[in-house]
């Protein structure tokens, strides 16, 4: 299936110097739950950042930005994090996903979901090409960035975009930063909560997408850290989700920091936040440190 996509849709070749080594659209025929035809700079997308030969580990992340589902923060959550990955042997794929709205999308609450689970399902349909073990696909979300690779991890039993092959759609780990996870008004981020949900959603909905609800011993091992003088997105987010996840016996490491507010791994040299992460990837047995 890859293989296709990037014959016909491959965007461009750079080599391996820090920069994408390839681009390509997530979607080869008609995009599902789409209104009308998507502009061009619109389409969802992933880069893809390879790491040097001798350092590659066969171990995968796909990254999600944040921006509360209005924006994406592409640079500072999605390329820079890429790099930083590929440095350290990961390849590094750089998901581009629609943002939710009701004037191009017959379900704008699905529509970030979509585009999250056929990222996980063409990267891991032509894993072995890329140099990757099938076994080893991780993701990582900052913000809500975070809420959609929480709701991946944890909706991923259900296949919301065609699938014929019946590719497993479960990360096999996750990587959340300050994420967002609930939707419940004393918890969650409004400004995402509304640009996902809509002004008024129904319960049903905010249970839905409220991902501590959603955890289930199938939940994939979990990486947590958050800042508890977060301005933005309350603490509490990573609080109930580790819980849950504790409470259904999944692998869960949670980093909580009394400083650094929102975004803070921006702010912090690299090594800081990634030996962690590694750390935890290395016990679980994704990733083995040099």
Do not use: C
């Amino acid at each position: 299936m890859l293989n296709k996509t990037i014959l016909m849709l491959l965007l461009f070749f750079i080599g391996p110097t820090g920069k994408a080594q390839k681009v390509f659209e997530l979607y080869t025929d008609s995009i599902p739950n789409s209104l009308k035809k998507i502009p061009a700079r619109e389409l969802p997308s992933v880069e893809v950042y390879l790491p040097v030969k001798e350092k590659a580990s066969g171990t995968a992340v796909v990254i999600f930005p944040g921006g509360a589902y209005t924006f994406l923060a592409y640079k500072e959550e999605g390329i820079l994090i890429a790099q930083a990955f590929a440095e350290k042997g990961i390849t590094a794929f750089v998901v581009k996903y629609r943002l939710p709205k009701s004037d191009t999308m017959k379900d704008k609450s699905f529509g970030p979901l979509m585009d999250a689970q056929q990222a996980v399902k063409v990267i891991r349909s032509e894993a072995i090409s890329w140099g990757i073990d099938p076994g080893k696909i991780g993701v990582v979300g900052y913000s809500a960035g975070g809420h959609l690779a929480s709701t991946l991890g944890t909706h991923f039993s259900k296949s919301y975009v065609p699938n014929q092959m019946n590719i497993n759609l479960r990360p096999d780990f996750m990587i959340l930063l300050y994420p967002v996870i609930s939707m419940n008004d004393t918890l969650t981020h409004i400004g995402s909560k509304i640009s996902l949900l809509g002004m008024e959603p129904t319960n049903d909905k905010v249970q839905l997408f409220s991902n501590d609800l959603q955890v289930s011993k199938g939940t994939p091992p979990t990486y947590l850290t958050h800042a508890g003088d977060d301005s933005i997105v309350d603490v509490n987010n990573s609080i109930v989700f580790y819980q849950a996840l504790q409470k259904n016996g999944v692998d869960a490491e949670l980093h909580l920091f009394p400083k650094g507010n929102h975004g803070f791994t921006q702010r912090l040299p690299v090594n800081e936040w990634m030996e962690p992460i590694l750390k935890f990837l290395k016990r679980e047995g994704f990733y083995k440190l040099n």
